[in-house]
């Protein structure tokens, strides 16, 4: 098994009214960017998954875009997927909690 | 006549929907948590107003997959009422039962206030008991209310006469106007604005009360057969929706 | 030596003898560092105020307990400035069941239901965030009411911008509202009611006051304690994250998580909603000992109050809180303001009731701590003790100061207000006009009686405030009787027969010119409002946001406000049942106009009595109750006219403020009035528009005798006043209704037309269409907002320079100590 991260865009149809993108689009030119052309707002998603390999991770996703992710009356969707790395993060608490369980002990 | 109130997490008109038909009805009216499957005790049932789930992703995305769902699909299927008020409505289409999408309003903004409507179609038990072309004072608060569906569909629900209510003055952007749909069979109806908050003249209006009226007439007026055991749709199954969706021009 | 460490059957006990002070947990700076570098002061401790903290420990705290000193000795949870003028307020009467010092205060009203309410103030995170500012001021407030066992059923909201030309000021208002629908229509309570007003002095620190409202059994009250030795203690809903701490530790810059952090805090009104239906649950099984909200200073503040309400100790296993994110810290999860969640004492033995009501709703429940007799708030990590400190210090021993009061008013002078009033730049320049005949004689240069009525029409804080209220679900729980709008809102209460009027009030320019009086006022007009709904006044809330307590003139607005108050809460019978202070509010360096906002709640017996504001028909009379008063000291106009506040707080007799009260309600209650509205913002002249308007019904008023000063006849903010629509058969006995409770009336005129027409024998001042005055009153709010309507990304249309500005403002604006940490390290201000 691997870590995968899904990243799912989900915008609305061509067709169906976008009234936050009509609205930033028209701050954008009264902000002076008169080249702005078109807004369209969206969601964007991270999924963070397990999964056997890439192709069972696609499968999984693609799943949960059709049923629950997205509406398919008014949304399209379309996602990439990476190979999550492992954060090697530092854990200075989880340290510090050994350091006090030692120091507590030599007491 | 038995009616239930679904109270999905969140849910926050429930009470209101059930004081609503106790006072209009003298009915009994049971909370229904949304993790039990089996309605098959109830005559209506009505998906209240609020925020299920936050209403987060999309408003009634959540909630539709909820077990209590597969009860309402029975009931839908068996020919029983199903009333989806606001969040309810959002459910109901969510769920496939109506056709369309509830979109955020076209102003972006939440909006509450008493709001006419016009009754364009009285041929469902929900509304026979108003007359066709008569305007009616019912309050809307919704943030995500603006009516969508494609074309097809629109002109198919309005030849249908399957429109039940539009507004006058339209408060969010609705597509032709609609405030509530009807499914094909007339037994499912969803609309955003509230009936259960105009049911008493100090409300500022009691035109909501004739829903619930129409509701008990036409339950009341049927032989008592309780069909039992009916073969439902499971509703885990997205395609179930989209066929839904297909029939009607999707 | 022995340290204190868990015993091995799970159970924690002291170690005998001696205790054993408290380590280090390692990354802290040591307790030798804090005194040294002073540290203590960037946690918001005085010099003073930390060797206090040492001498009562009889050693020198580690950094958890420096910082958890810091947050409690704050001004925000100590009210150290302020205590010693609270202390004065009538508290207590027949109908008060609960009093000051719990989340919430609670009256009767009469029948086996009670009334539980609070109102607070979000400023200054409504100024960073105007959404999440306000959203979490109004969760805040909800939970204050719910774990008084209380269901809410109302939200009022009071708010103050500075003048809506400003981009940045429209930006801040839009989202502040927005924030407040966000949070209260998710969770299903309407908010009913509230005011908006506008002025430059809250420019760069608008007030937002959130009000909330219950109904709970009057046997049936929970409160915030600890109490019953050994009974454990939960945190129940949202986990703790790092939201809201204190960024500006002294390492912040080498912090790791630094550029992850935000003093913002992000409500979720879906798990507001569902804690406050487990809690009502939960409450309903009688397990619950004590509970109460983490609101500000989160988990300390919680515990050292309830532990300190019940007179014993609390200890905590900081390692069993539930956290959102890694690697947290003792001194973190003490001070984090991560929000939705709560505190609660069980009864030992009946945990699993609340697991199942927890569940149920999905929510997360954890066992962290215990209740215990010896005093202490005693923390533990990993087995390990990271602090204890006296209870009693960290609460009730606080310190108070008396900090030093100004001898003399401050005046308002008038390179205040110069940045203000673009509309008469010319005349504001010129100085403070010293008659009353200057004031009136300058305003009638600038327009006619009629272009000044037009004028105040569309004044932000007097039009039409629907643009605000259809954001906000007021209907929900279907039991609005009279929704925003009017004097008062009334809602019925499920279980009772009666109802509940309730309304907030509060006029900066008034107490800015008089305090005393300006305090008095805003009690009398709260209680007005309810009076004219025909609702009795029971008791009332209060946010009280003041300057910098440090300015000697600061204080003397206070004391004397609060003394105001005092007097009129007396006199009208309307003690103080619970209330919030927020001191540092300022603007540009300018403290704000002082404003105590009011929030009363009174009793409807009948709720088929209750009158609305509208002229309801033609040919009905209409009368003014009340003293006759023509002078514009304190009014809008003259606000308006002069360019700053001007001249006094209007008159206000509190003797006949009370007979008006007591006869309108009579009135109300013997259906004589068909249409009740006092007089305030605008005077006479917006009182009666304002009802013309409200019922599209029109208004002759031919005066027979002439009258020497139009715009104060018409203008003036003379308090004590109520227009009333009286049918003519009812007008003898009204008449002698009035005469009986020696309160003056004069019959202005007559309803019907389609017009309002106002006039002397001398001159007509207006004659003017009600659909105009309608179309005036109406157009103005949406008007003026139309360039931001609807919620938008917060990094527009604000442009980069203004924000940046904005950051350097909250650096000197901060509220209390508490905050200046939140964005910078000014710690100067505190004394």
Not at chain 3, 284 to 297: E, H, K, Y
Request: hydrophobic share 40%; net charge negative.
């Amino acid at each position: 098994m691997s870590n995968y991260v899904a990243k799912v865009q989900v915008q609305l149809k061509a067709s169906v009214f976008d009234p936050q993108g009509h609205a930033v689009e028209q701050a954008l030119h009264s902000l002076g960017h008169g080249g702005v052309r078109r807004v369209r707002m969206g969601k964007s998603m991270e999924v963070h998954l397990e999964a056997a390999d890439e192709q069972s991770a696609t499968a999984q996703v693609r799943q949960m875009c059709e049923t629950v992710l997205c509406n398919p009356v008014m949304e399209t969707f379309s996602f990439t997927l990476e190979i999550e790395k492992n954060g090697d993060e530092v854990d200075p608490v989880g340290q510090l909690a050994e350091i006090a369980q030692g120091r507590q002990n030599r007491t | 006549m038995k009616w239930a109130v679904v109270v999905f997490p969140g849910s926050n008109c429930d009470e209101d929907a059930v004081l609503a038909v106790t006072q209009v009805t003298g009915d009994s009216v049971d909370k229904v948590w949304y993790t039990q499957r089996d309605l098959s005790g109830y005559d209506a049932v009505i998906l209240p107003g609020g925020f299920s789930y936050g209403d987060y992703l999309r408003s009634g995305a959540i909630a539709r997959f909820s077990p209590v769902l597969a009860g309402v699909q029975e009931m839908a299927t068996a020919g029983k009422l199903v009333l989806g008020i606001c969040n309810g409505f959002q459910v109901l289409t969510e769920a496939g039962l109506l056709p369309g999408a509830l979109l955020r309003n076209d102003h972006l903004q939440f909006r509450c206030e008493m709001t006419p409507l016009e009754v364009m179609s009285n041929a469902s038990p929900f509304l026979a008991d108003y007359k066709i072309g008569e305007v009616i004072q019912v309050p809307i608060a919704h943030g995500e209310g603006r009516y969508y569906a494609d074309e097809q569909t629109l002109d198919q629900l309005v030849a249908s006469n399957r429109v039940g209510v539009r507004y006058l003055r339209n408060p969010n952007g609705s597509l032709r106007n609609i405030a509530g749909v009807l499914n094909e069979a007339g037994n499912v109806f969803g609309l955003m604005p509230h009936p259960e908050r105009a049911v008493a003249d100090w409300m500022g209006s009691s035109d909501g009360r004739r829903v619930f009226l129409s509701m008990k007439r036409f339950v009341e007026s049927q032989p008592v057969t309780r069909k039992g055991d009916e073969k439902v749709a499971s509703l885990g199954d997205r395609t179930q929706t989209v066929e839904v969706g297909q029939s009607h021009g999707n | 030596m022995a340290t204190e460490t868990r015993k091995e059957d799970g159970q924690w006990a002291p170690a005998p003898g001696q205790s054993s002070p408290p380590v280090t947990v390692p990354g802290d700076p040591t307790p030798q560092d804090i005194a040294q570098d002073k540290l203590y002061r960037q946690l918001g401790l005085t010099d003073a105020e930390y060797q206090r903290v040492a001498a009562e420990l009889g050693r020198l705290p580690n950094y958890v307990e420096a910082g958890i000193f810091g947050v409690l000795w704050s001004e925000h949870c100590s009210y150290k400035s302020s205590k010693p003028y609270l202390k004065h307020f009538p508290t207590t009467g027949p109908q008060v069941l609960q009093g000051p010092g719990e989340n919430a205060g609670i009256v009767d009203l009469g029948d086996g239901t009670a009334v539980a309410f609070k109102m607070e103030s979000h400023n200054h995170p409504s100024a960073i965030e105007p959404y999440q500012g306000a959203a979490t001021g109004v969760g805040g407030i909800l939970r204050d009411i719910f774990t008084m066992g209380a269901r809410p059923i109302a939200f009022l909201d009071s708010l103050r911008f500075g003048p809506l030309s400003e981009p940045h000021t429209r930006y801040l208002f839009a989202n502040v509202v927005a924030g407040i629908g966000g949070y209260g229509n998710c969770v299903g309570i309407p908010t009913v009611g509230g005011e908006a007003v506008f002025h430059s002095a809250y420019t760069a620190n608008p007030l937002v006051n959130a009000m909330c409202v219950g109904v709970l059994p009057a046997a049936g009250i929970v409160k915030g304690q600890a109490s019953g030795v050994g009974n454990p203690v939960f945190v129940i809903g949202a986990r703790t994250g790092r939201d809201g701490i204190h960024g500006a530790t002294f390492a912040s810059a080498e912090d790791p998580h630094a550029k992850e952090r935000s003093a913002v805090q992000v409500g979720d009104p879906f798990l507001g909603k569902l804690l406050m239906e487990a809690s009502l649950e939960l409450i309903a099984t009688g397990a619950v000992v004590g509970i109460q909200d983490m609101g500000a200073a989160g988990l300390t503040s919680s515990a050292a109050e309830m532990a300190s309400r019940a007179g014993g100790g609390i200890e905590m296993f900081l390692d069993r809180v539930p956290v959102r994110e890694t690697h947290m810290t003792p001194y973190e999860m003490m001070l984090s303001e991560s929000q939705e969640r709560m505190l609660v004492v069980l009864e030992r033995g009946k945990e699993d009731l609340a697991l199942t009501t927890l569940h149920k709703w999905g929510l997360e429940i954890a066992e962290i701590g215990r209740v215990t007799n010896d005093g202490q708030l005693r923390l533990w990590f990993h087995d390990t003790k990271v602090g204890e400190m006296p209870v009693r210090l960290l609460v009730d021993e606080a310190p108070v100061y008396n900090r030093p009061v100004q001898a003399s008013p401050p005046l308002w002078l008038p390179q205040t207000a110069q940045a203000e009033n673009a509309q008469f730049p010319a005349e504001s320049s010129e100085g403070v006009p010293e008659s009353e005949a200057a004031v009136e004689q300058r305003a009638l240069t600038l327009a006619s009686p009629e272009q000044w009525l037009l004028r105040l029409l569309a004044d932000p804080s007097i039009a039409d405030k629907s643009w605000v209220f259809r954001q906000y679900d007021t209907t929900v729980r279907a039991s609005t009787l009279v929704g925003p709008g009017g004097d008062a809102a009334v809602v019925k209460v499920s279980g009772s027969r009666k109802g509940v009027a309730l309304c907030t009030d509060g006029n900066g320019r008034y107490v800015a010119l008089n305090p005393r009086r300006g305090g008095a006022i805003a009690v009398a007009e709260a209680a007005r409002n309810l009076s004219c709904v025909g609702a009795k006044p029971l008791a009332l809330t209060d946010c009280l946001n003041f300057g910098n307590p440090e300015n000697p003139g600061v204080m003397y607005q206070f004391a004397e406000a609060t003394a105001g108050m005092t007097e009129a809460c007396q006199i009208l019978n309307t003690p103080v049942v619970s209330g919030n202070v927020s001191f540092y509010n300022q603007s540009y360096g300018q403290d704000i106009l002082p404003t105590p906002v009011v929030g009363m709640v009174g009793v409807v017996d009948s709720l088929d009595k209750v009158v609305g504001g509208a002229f309801t028909c033609q040919g009905a009379v209409v009368v003014v109750f009340g003293p006759q008063d023509t002078s514009l000291r304190g009014s809008l106009l003259a606000n308006e006219a002069v360019g700053f506040p001007w001249g006094d707080a209007p008159a206000l007799r509190l003797e006949m403020e009370a007979s008006v009260q007591s006869l309108v309600r009579a009135l109300v209650d013997r259906r004589l009035v068909q249409a009740v509205h006092d007089v305030s913002e605008g005077g006479l002249a917006v009182t009666l528009a304002e009802m013309c308007i409200a019922g599209g019904v029109g208004l002759t008023v031919a005066l027979s005798e002439p009258v020497s000063s139009p715009l104060g006849w018409l203008y003036s903010e003379g308090q004590s006043r109520v227009v009333a629509q009286v049918s003519r058969e009812d007008l003898e006995v009204v008449e002698q209704l009035a005469v009986a409770a020696d309160v003056p009336m004069i019959v202005l005129g007559e309803t019907g037309t389609p017009d309002m027409t106002m006039g002397d024998p001398a001159e007509v001042w207006w004659h003017l269409p009600v659909a105009q005055l309608q179309q005036v009153y109406r157009e103005a709010l949406p008007k003026a907002m139309a360039t931001v309507d609807g919620p938008l990304p917060a990094e527009f249309p604000v442009r980069q320079s203004d924000r940046g500005e904005r950051q350097d403002l909250l650096r000197v604006s901060d509220e209390d100590g508490r905050r200046d940490l939140k964005t910078g390290k000014n710690q100067g201000v505190r004394s």
